[in-house]
């Protein structure tokens, strides 16, 4: 496996108290590595941490004690140095497509004519051509995360952080966003940090899988998928991945407290 793009080193955490208690660790001496073009994903039900992992990651927290590693350095601010697409696509209602795509370009500086034409080169990859002077308005939901998702690829990161991207989708786009995703991660291989409720996709998106199984996180139970590359969503019927699932829908039944 080739080099690092992120690492976690006995990092704790904590939410600081406003009257001088002590709350309780959400993260604990946690240790875990992130390869170069790895696709892995997190997965747990809410409220085990997923989401403060992700703030740890981008610098919008940072760690009680213990160190992250970014591409095998020590960075204590993360903050515009890895890629993130959120659930909700929070794109500009008043700028275009073009003009949405182009935001992560204009605030590095780049003149506002070459940020158009970088866009403008991956519109097509993107399934995107034709739309760049429209509006998201008249745009579906699986083609705002595609705007969504090549901001952040113009970030200019080699680690992308994707919060449940396609969790609002209905079941036929979500699983077409699925498979152009996969395609688009196999053709430019960023090492992509994905956290989904859905198993299934884990599965099929994944290198590995991390599942959070406690609270506070001191450990991620790493599963590694038995599946080669490139894939296809009949894969999921083998009978490996059949197993793997229940095996990983009965870890997550018994951390959920009804």
Same mark, same amino acid.
């Given at each position: 496996?080739?080099n690092s793009?992120? =690492?976690?080193k006995?990092?704790?955490f904590?939410?600081?108290?406003?009257?001088?208690?002590i709350? !309780?660790?959400?993260i604990? @001496?946690?240790?875990?590595t992130?390869?170069?073009?790895?696709?892995v994903s997190?997965l747990g039900? @809410? &409220?085990?941490?997923?989401t403060?992992?992700?703030?740890l990651? *981008?610098?919008?927290e940072?760690? #009680?004690?213990?160190d992250?590693l970014?591409?095998g350095?020590?960075?204590k601010?993360r +903050?515009?140095?890895? &890629?993130y697409m !959120?659930?909700?696509d929070l794109?500009l !209602?008043?700028?275009t497509i073009l003009?949405?795509a182009?935001l !992560? $370009?204009?605030?590095?500086?780049?003149?506002?004519?070459v940020?158009?034409q970088?866009?403008?080169?991956?519109?097509e990859?993107?399934?995107?051509?034709?739309l760049?002077?429209e $509006?998201?308005s008249v745009?579906s939901g699986?083609m705002? =995360?595609r705007?969504? %998702?090549l901001?952040? /690829?113009l970030?200019?990161?080699?680690? $992308?952080?994707?919060?449940?991207? %396609? #969790?609002s989708?209905?079941?036929?786009?979500? $699983?077409?966003?699925?498979e152009?995703?996969?395609n688009?991660w196999e053709?430019r291989?960023? *090492?992509?940090?994905f956290?989904t409720?859905?198993?299934d996709e884990? +599965?099929?998106l994944?290198?590995?899988?991390?599942? +959070?199984?406690?609270t506070p996180?001191r450990?991620?139970k790493?599963?590694p /998928?038995p599946?080669?590359?490139?894939r296809?969503?009949n894969?999921l019927?083998l009978?490996?991945?059949?197993?793997?699932?229940?095996d990983l829908?009965n870890?997550?039944r =018994?951390?959920?407290?009804?």
């Amino acid at each position: 496996m080739s080099n690092s793009t992120l =690492q976690f080193k006995k990092v704790s955490f904590r939410y600081e108290s406003k009257n001088n208690d002590i709350n !309780p660790s959400i993260i604990e @001496s946690l240790s875990f590595t992130i390869h170069s073009s790895e696709f892995v994903s997190i997965l747990g039900p @809410s &409220g085990s941490g997923k989401t403060t992992l992700f703030k740890l990651i *981008t610098g919008l927290e940072q760690p #009680s004690s213990g160190d992250i590693l970014l591409n095998g350095k020590y960075m204590k601010n993360r +903050l515009g140095c890895v &890629g993130y697409m !959120p659930q909700k696509d929070l794109l500009l !209602p008043w700028r275009t497509i073009l003009q949405n795509a182009s935001l !992560p $370009l204009e605030l590095r500086g780049v003149k506002k004519k070459v940020a158009y034409q970088q866009v403008i080169e991956l519109l097509e990859e993107f399934g995107l051509k034709g739309l760049e002077d429209e $509006l998201p308005s008249v745009l579906s939901g699986g083609m705002k =995360q595609r705007v969504s %998702f090549l901001r952040s /690829i113009l970030s200019g990161a080699n680690l $992308l952080l994707l919060d449940e991207p %396609f #969790s609002s989708l209905d079941a036929i786009t979500r $699983l077409s966003m699925q498979e152009w995703l996969l395609n688009l991660w196999e053709k430019r291989k960023t *090492t992509v940090l994905f956290i989904t409720h859905d198993v299934d996709e884990a +599965l099929f998106l994944s290198d590995r899988i991390f599942v +959070l199984s406690e609270t506070p996180v001191r450990h991620l139970k790493e599963v590694p /998928i038995p599946l080669r590359r490139p894939r296809g969503i009949n894969d999921l019927h083998l009978p490996e991945i059949i197993k793997l699932k229940e095996d990983l829908l009965n870890q997550l039944r =018994q951390k959920v407290r009804l």
